[in-house]
């Protein structure tokens, strides 16, 4: 069974502070990492992919993969109140039928981000 | 360019009813996934469709069905509905195989 782990939180830091999300998965042949934020009531929305080790930086998002430890994180610089979600991990492996495997999501970390 | 459109947002249906929700892509993008997500269960992965073919289907009984028509837009249809199939209803389209945008989903009660 492929999964995909995170902390539900919540996970509470204070405005203009780092947020930092974990995630970790079992499967070894995954391929891509994506991580996807979550409004209440809202569909999920992509922030960040990544598909190589090291890390990937997008404006004050910054993922960082680590494959040897089958590990992703999303870390917010500056975080804002806006940024209060729950954040998705989501990992695409290999079917092994030869085509690309689906999407698994962890169920999410949910960030509050207090004034 | 328009985003990924779900049609209807709400649903009320009761046990034993069936229910058909539909995805339109966005324009350009060949492949459709559905979801289910749950309080408890999360984001569970339904199927994936391309160019009118499934691709992969995840761990759900055969009532949930579904099909790609020639314009890329994609159906699900659940028969036979159960209390537990309450849920939020997502598509995502994608161009690129990975690369996955979501709809404002369809919200399915069961009563």
């Known amino acids: 069974q492929k999964e995909v782990e995170q902390n539900s939180g919540p996970l509470s830091v204070p405005e203009g502070a780092i947020a930092s999300l974990n995630c970790t998965y079992s499967?070894?042949?995954?391929?891509?990492f994506f991580w996807y934020r979550q409004y209440s009531g809202k569909s999920p929305e992509l922030i960040m992919f990544?598909?190589?080790?090291g890390d990937k930086e997008d404006g004050r998002f910054t993922a960082q993969l680590n494959k040897a430890s089958q590990y992703v994180s999303l870390l917010i610089r500056d975080s804002q109140p806006s940024d209060s979600a729950t954040y998705l991990c989501a990992v695409r492996g290999r079917n092994y039928g030869g085509s690309q495997g689906n999407l698994i999501f962890g169920k999410g970390t949910k960030l509050s981000v207090k004034p | 360019k328009a985003g990924v459109t779900q049609t209807p947002r709400y649903l009320i249906k009761t046990r034993g009813q069936q229910v058909t929700l539909s995805c339109s892509p966005i324009?350009?993008?060949?492949?459709v996934s559905w979801y289910q997500q749950t309080p408890g269960q999360g984001l569970q992965f339904l199927f994936e469709y391309f160019s009118e073919t499934q691709r992969n289907k995840g761990n759900f009984p055969g009532r949930f069905s579904g099909r790609q028509f020639s314009n890329s837009r994609s159906e699900m249809n659940v028969s036979t509905l159960e209390l537990g199939d309450s849920a939020l209803y997502l598509c995502?389209?994608?161009?690129?195989?990975?690369?996955?945008?979501f709809g404002a989903g369809t919200r399915l009660s069961v009563l």
């Open positions: 324009s350009g993008h060949r492949s």
């Open positions: 990544i598909y190589s080790n």
């Open positions: 995502a389209s994608s161009q690129r195989a990975d690369i996955q945008y």
């Open positions: 499967d070894r042949g995954s391929q891509s």
